[in-house]
């Protein structure tokens, strides 16, 4: 039956991709190859017992073949072909392996003889006196050259009708070959052509619809074209099937011809807890069932409203999936909330890997910075110095060398550490301050309240010292003993508050500032803040052209 199903099948593909002019109405064709005639049989849909049964190769001379037609007409053409492949089976290409005679059939040597319904329709006759036919019923084969196709049967066959068609060898009357057939009714009844299932629980009801009825013109067009004339036992089967809760199935049916459309089709379906067997529902060629529970055998049966003796069952139970019985809950409720606290301890670890990073990160940042400051002051000390020099100030420039390596040992003892003591710090800030001095000669004050424990707080290193070197830089070196530079460390609360002030010309600070010096200190703020949330750190520049520049530096909660 297999090989049946699959044959009509793929002879439908290829009779439908050479040609439909040569191929209306028929869709099952029977190929017999003997010595150097091909056979060629179609209808709609015939069943050849034999093949069921036997091997597709046959021997001969006289071999008895019985068909079950279904559907018209029934259609016998024969021709000449070249020799091809030995021993071939090409689906229903029925070849002969005796070689016994390779003259055994030929268009010359062999005639023909038909009965209908058991009286003469042809006495033997010539197979080169048939007429010519002009469609090979799209089987392409090595026809020889000048070769013909010749008509030996062609008619529309009632129900129970019955053709015989006998083929003998002219010179010795030996028979070659038999061919009975008989016409079958064509059966209305639903035919299943196939059916699909999905049994995903996420999967919703509308999108598996949506998916089936995208898929309706090719089964139904396809598949259903394919099984129009066959009869219900050589349809698909739904019985005793096993599916699932929330299963969700999808039929299709063939139409037996354009006279039957959906509306002329109508289903029952029936379960054990609800069993109504009165009620019947319209439907089409293409039937959605959903919503199945579990535990439960459901019965479907379908008919043709105008023949509703013909009703084609089919049965299946609903069996349920491993997660809904008792033991698969309790295996699912364990598995997730195993699988809900590995996530949390990943997220978590994650999280403290992610700070970890990110301190790391900011550490590196800030030391960056800091390694940035240094070649910057360096840059402006070796400038005073080459300042002085170029005056021939000689005493003051070997002066100046000497505090300058002195406050390099202060800064590479401090370099690996973030904060400083503020007397370290204030200590650092003034040798600097006498270094920028002995060159432009400004005076400066430094002023802590006595509150301030200078050993025991501690604030970034080097971060006040760009700030300083601006005020020197930008407002009291041009003013020489004039200028006056005045930094004052007060506790504001629980904050500490330094304030830089100068005397010079001050700046407009609408204008974007380009030093190096303000915008290192900034980002290096920026960074700290990251860090120490809790003690944020202000910047705050006041500046006018009478007053000069005001820096104030908020440590908040430092103290």
């Known amino acids: 039956m297999k090989k049946i199903l699959f044959t009509s099948l793929f002879f439908t593909i290829v009779l439908t991709s050479i040609g439909q002019n040569s191929l209306k109405g028929y869709r099952s064709v029977f190929l017999y190859k003997i010595s150097n005639i091909n056979i060629t049989i179609a209808n709609d849909f015939m069943i050849d017992s034999a093949i069921r049964t036997s091997s597709s190769y046959i021997s001969y001379p006289f071999t008895k073949r019985s068909f079950s037609v279904h559907g018209n007409p029934l259609k016998m053409i024969i021709s000449e072909t070249e020799p091809f492949a030995k021993n071939l089976d090409f689906g229903d290409v029925i070849n002969d392996t005796t070689e016994k005679d390779k003259q055994l059939m030929s268009l010359k040597n062999t005639q023909v003889k038909v009965m209908l319904n058991g009286k003469l329709e042809t006495d033997w006759k010539d197979l080169s006196s048939l007429s010519v036919d002009k469609y090979s019923i799209g089987i392409v084969l090595p026809l020889k050259p000048g070769g013909k196709y010749y008509t030996v049967f062609l008619k529309i066959l009632g129900i129970n009708d019955t053709v015989d068609v006998m083929f003998r060898n002219k010179q010795t009357m030996q028979e070659i070959i038999y061919f009975h057939f008989k016409q079958l009714g064509r059966p209305i009844a639903p035919f299943l052509a196939m059916w699909t299932q999905d049994s995903s629980s996420t999967r919703t009801i ?48 063939g139409r037996p011809s354009a006279d039957y459309p959906d509306s002329s089709m109508e289903y029952q379906f029936t379960g054990e807890k609800d069993p109504d067997t009165t009620t019947w529902h319209k439907t089409g060629h293409q039937l959605f069932i959903t919503d199945l529970r579990a535990g439960n055998h459901y019965t479907l049966r379908i008919r043709y409203i105008n023949f509703p003796e013909n009703v084609q069952k089919h049965t299946f139970y609903v069996e349920p999936k491993w997660y809904q019985t008792s033991s698969g809950r309790i295996i699912l409720a364990i598995s997730m909330i195993a699988l809900l606290l590995g996530i949390w301890l990943i997220q978590y670890q994650r999280r403290i890997k992610k700070t970890k990073e990110k301190i790391v990160r900011q550490g590196l940042e800030m030391r960056s910075l ?20 170029n005056k021939n100030d000689i005493p003051a420039a070997n002066h100046y060398l000497t505090e300058f390596s002195r406050l390099l040992r202060e800064s590479l003892v401090t370099n690996d550490k973030e904060l400083l003591p503020l007397h370290t710090e204030l200590k650092t800030l003034e040798t600097y301050l006498i270094l920028e001095q002995l060159r432009f000669h400004f005076q400066y004050k430094i002023m802590v309240d006595d509150v301030l424990d200078k050993n025991i707080i501690e604030i970034p290193s080097l971060l006040l010292q760009p700030v300083i070197e601006n005020g020197i830089k930008h407002g009291v070196a041009v003013l020489d003993e004039k200028g006056l530079l005045t930094i004052r460390l007060q506790a504001v609360n629980k904050s500490l508050v330094v304030t830089i002030s100068d005397n010079g010309n001050g700046f407009d600070q609408k204008i974007v500032s380009k030093g190096f010096g303000l915008k290192l200190t900034r980002e290096r703020i920026e960074l700290l803040n990251k860090t120490l949330k809790d003690q944020p750190i202000e910047l705050n520049i006041e500046s006018t052209e009478t007053k000069g520049t005001t820096v104030h530096l908020i440590f908040k909660n430092w103290l």
């Open 370 to 389: 800091r390694s940035q400051l240094n070649p910057h002051f360096i840059f402006n000390a070796l400038s005073s110095i080459q300042g002085l020099i």
């Open 206 to 253: 509308a999108a598996f619809m949506e998916q089936e009825l995208a898929k309706k013109r090719f089964y139904m067009e396809s598949v259903g074209t394919i099984n129009t004339y066959r009869p219900e036992k050589y349809g698909r089967t739904l019985n005793n099937e096993k599916l699932y809760e929330n299963a969700k199935l999808a039929l299709y049916f």
